[in-house]
Nanobody, 128 residues
């Protein structure tokens, strides 16, 4: 049974930092993609960052490059999203998602349609 659980969201001032965690169960860290997505009220879901644990490949949306870092902890079966220099426009519900390796996920790692399993989300609010 595959399960993902996000944590680490909260409220922060602009310019601050947060670290989101995605703990996953049901498969190992070495053979999956994990993606981080966000959705703000009235806006479409957008991919933020992704990691392929089999090759430690990472991917970032242009809006967060240089500010966000995705990483993994094999021992804890957890993927992290370290967010720095947060902006009000980063405010959203953040979700992690996972899937086994597939050509579609390899080709579009920041597309929500590339993922099968989703967590329930963690809220991030950045105030100006």
């Amino acid at each position: 049974q595959v399960q993902l659980v996000e944590s680490g969201g909260g409220s922060v001032q602009a310019g601050g930092s947060l670290r989101l965690s995605c703990a996953f169960f049901g498969y190992s860290v070495g053979n999956i993609y994990i993606g981080w997505f966000r959705q703000a009220p009235g806006k479409e879901r957008e991919g933020v960052a992704a990691i392929y644990t089999g090759g430690i490949s990472t991917y970032y949306d242009d809006s967060v490059k240089g500010r966000f870092t995705i990483s993994q902890d094999n021992a804890k079966n957890t993927v992290y999203l370290q967010m720095e220099s947060l902006r009000p426009e980063d405010s959203a519900m953040y979700y992690c998602a996972s899937n086994w390796w597939a050509p579609s996920t390899r080709d579009r790692p920041l597309s929500g349609m590339s993922y099968r399993y989703w967590g329930q989300g963690t809220q991030v609010t950045v105030s100006s």
